[in-house]
């Protein structure tokens, strides 16, 4: 896939390649294997799916994405609140 622009992109700022793994429809084992996964990908700074499963938290996507920070910056400007915010995101993002 081809380099984008786009802050919270997988390409952002680099060409790229996406592995998707199936499996049967068994989501406790699934997430169970995500942590080896991720281990296995972490030396090639393999960016998560932001629609996809994945375990890592935001003290772990964080530095895999540039302008990470400044995302977090833009989301907390134009909803101070959090209103829009969910435990996906709060996990993911905001590390709460």
Partial sequence: MAA???WLSANYGRDGIGLHFTWRQDQPAVEA?????EAELAPFAA????????????AAVAPLYPRFNDFIALAERLDPSGKLRNGFLDRTVFGS
């Fill in 47 to 58: 960016r998560p799916h932001w629609g996809k499963l994945f375990d890592a938290g935001a």
């Fill in 4 to 6: 984008d622009q786009l």
């Fill in 33 to 37: 294997i995500l942590p080896l996964l």
